[in-house]
């Protein structure tokens, strides 16, 4: 539950914000908070009040926005814009967590442990105000759903910038490079580009090695499996998990479904006979021995090589997703398909 009613939440913190910018702009001429919708011809004298490197400006999904400053309270929604954030060092900037769908990286485990958790789904837009950020990340596109009050306008309005995860800025093809490169705008964002540059490398490296591994093997027929029973639930061509795939040796046999997710029908499954299955695995989809006992007990795949030989894989499904475990999943997915190249 919010600390205040809805209405005097929204209301009464949205006149502090209004407030506060009214004393910046008679002091320095500019809008208040880390950033501003301003672009390169904002005033010239933000320059003299910013760190070195700043200002910057942003263009991610369609909005613009000038940082004078990096953020320095920040909320993440959904567990792979926390991770990234963490990766790069900036647990001392976060505010709040929310949505946490799968056990945290070991190595990070400590530092997210150290950050509020806002809450167990999404949170409400009262909720995130509640923790005075100045900065929300959002990993999937619902972080900012409107229908639930909290839009990108709504927090800008707010006087709150806000960053989408590249994966749902668009309908493009996802790639490694779209991981690289959102580590590297993040890093700019705040400030820290050499840990960004740092952070790339390291994820890279092991990426290059996981692929070198099984650069000679024949690739190995996948199924991702989602969820679903009428029909599965499943990666398209246009994935994230269609490219790691590929780096670990592997070919997804729905690659040619012109989307990041789709359904397929169980006869396309048999037709194709994958001889490894993916299982994705996150909160609320049911267990992964639940998913194996569902695709084992199907009479009509049980000539399905994956399910005749009982190959499969799992992923967390934040690991398939635009952040810094789709390195880490590189390596799990090749060990799963090729395990001989790791012995």
Same mark, same amino acid.
């Given at each position: ?5 809805? %209405?005097? *939440? ?57 940082y ?12 792979? &814009?926390?991770?990234?954030?963490? /990766?790069? =060092? ?6 709040? *967590? ?5 056990? #945290? ?20 837009? +009262? ?13 999937? =596109?619902? /972080? ?11 927090? /800008?309005?707010?006087g ?6 590249r ?10 490079? !779209? ?18 540059? $740092?952070?790339?490398? @390291? ?6 090695r996981?692929?070198? %591994?099984?650069? @000679?093997?024949?690739? #190995? &027929? ?8 009428? $029909? ?6 246009? $994935?994230?998990? *269609? ?5 670990? =040796? ?5 690659? @040619? ?6 359904? #397929? ?9 994958? +001889? ?6 996150? %909160?609320? $989809?049911?267990? #992964? ?13 049980? !000539? ?15 690991a ?6 789709? %390195?880490y999943a ?7 398909l ?6």
């Amino acid at each position: 539950m919010p600390l205040f009613p809805p %209405a005097l *939440t929204a209301r009464g913190r949205g006149a502090l914000r209004l407030a506060a910018g009214v004393l910046a702009l008679s002091a320095v001429a500019l809008t208040a908070g880390c950033g501003s919708s301003g672009g390169p011809d904002a005033d010239p004298r933000a320059a003299a009040s910013s760190p070195a490197g700043f200002p910057v400006t942003i263009d991610n999904c369609g909005v613009r926005t000038t940082y004078t400053r990096p953020p320095a309270r920040v909320v993440t929604i959904h567990q792979h &814009p926390a991770e990234l954030m963490l /990766a790069l =060092g900036l647990a001392d900037r976060m505010v709040g *967590t929310a949505y946490p769908d799968s056990s #945290v990286l070991p190595d990070l485990r400590k530092a997210y442990e150290s950050v509020p958790e806002l809450a167990a789904k999404e949170p409400s837009f +009262e909720t995130v105000l509640d923790a005075e950020p100045d900065f929300v990340y959002g990993g999937y =596109g619902s /972080a900012f759903g409107e229908k639930e009050g909290r839009s990108r306008k709504a927090f /800008a309005d707010a006087g709150i910038d806000t960053y989408l995860n590249r994966e749902y800025c668009g309908e493009k093809r996802v790639t490694m490079e !779209d991981t690289y490169d959102e580590i590297r705008t993040i890093g700019t964002i705040f400030g820290v580009s050499g840990r960004a540059d $740092s952070l790339v490398a @390291d994820l890279k490296g092991r990426v290059g090695r996981a692929a070198s %591994a099984v650069a @000679d093997e024949a690739d #190995v &027929p996948v199924f991702v499996y989602d969820s679903g029973d009428k $029909s599965a639930f499943t990666a398209g061509g246009k $994935s994230l998990g *269609t490219e790691l795939i590929r780096l670990a =040796g592997g070919r997804n046999v729905f690659g @040619d479904l012109d989307d990041v997710f789709g359904d #397929v029908s169980w006869e396309q499954v048999v037709d194709r006979r994958p +001889e490894v299955i993916a299982i994705y695995d996150y %909160a609320g $989809s049911g267990s #992964v021995e639940q998913k194996k006992e569902y695709l084992l007990s199907r009479p009509a795949l049980a !000539d399905v090589p994956a399910i005749r030989n009982k190959r499969f894989v799992v992923l967390p499904l934040t690991a398939t997703l635009v952040g810094i475990r789709s %390195a880490y999943a590189v390596g799990d997915l090749a060990r799963g398909l090729h395990p001989a190249s790791f012995r």
